[in-house]
């Protein structure tokens, strides 16, 4: 699969690494993209480099993985290219807080994949990949015990299929939580964010906050 990255960070090359290893074709981007050429020629021969719209036009599938505060001008610059697309919004709604801190940028009733589907409807719209720090990933990805799971979710059954095959791909375990407005697990804060826990794990939390969040 040709796979096209938007967001060059610790996200968007992890990644990278994970599917390159899996054996699919990656297109890396910055704004930037001349200063990737070292991390692109460390990941291996079959990765590319390139700006947020050429990603956007390479990939059969595209991971958004920006800073949120960055996240409009990467919009404009792949809207053209993802009409029809599967997207994987793999961005948090967090920015940097006058106190130091980091807080949430949307309301707390609402739901960041269907915030993204409000600013991208050009696309079909997933998300996954935003629930577990990278180091987390990078330490435990392909271990064959304990296997960690990463959550996912998208309206479609087909793209949701894609995107646990790409988790699969990462060596991490899908855990499917049903449709955009069923993700809010993925947000945070939910007991689920940034935890490394096994798939079982994972869905016993997720069961929980559900509880508790319906009352």
């Known amino acids: 699969m040709k796979i096209g990255i938007v967001g060059a960070g610790a996200i968007g090359q992890i990644y990278a690494k994970l599917w ?6 990656i297109l890396l981007s910055s704004r930037n993209p001349h ?13 590319q480099a390139g700006t947020p719209a050429q990603a956007a036009a390479f ?32 961005t948090n709604p967090l920015q940097h807080a006058e106190d130091g801190g980091i807080e949430r940028v949307i309301e707390d009733d609402q739901i960041s994949g269907l915030v993204m589907t409000g600013k991208l409807p050009e696309a079909r719209i ?34 949701r299929e894609t995107v646990a095959q790409l988790v699969r791909d990462a060596g991490l375990v899908p855990v499917d939580l049903g449709t955009l407005a069923q993700s809010r697990p993925l947000d945070p804060p939910s007991p689920i964010w940034n935890v490394v826990l096994t798939a079982q794990e994972l869905a016993d939390r997720v069961d929980e906050f559900r509880r508790e969040t319906a009352g």
């Open 20 to 25: 390159n290893a899996a054996g699919h074709e």
């Open 126 to 159: 997933a998300k996954a990949f935003t629930t577990l720090w990278t180091g987390h990933v990078e330490s435990h990805a392909n271990l064959a015990d304990p296997k960690i799971a990463m959550t996912l979710a998208a309206d479609a059954p087909a793209d």
């Open 59 to 90: 990939g059969d599938v595209v991971l958004l993985a920006v800073n949120y505060w960055t996240l409009d001008d990467a919009i404009e610059a792949i809207r053209p290219h993802v009409e029809g697309k599967l997207v994987i919004d793999a």
């Open 35 to 47: 200063k990737l050429t070292p991390i692109v020629e460390e990941i291996g021969p079959s990765v």
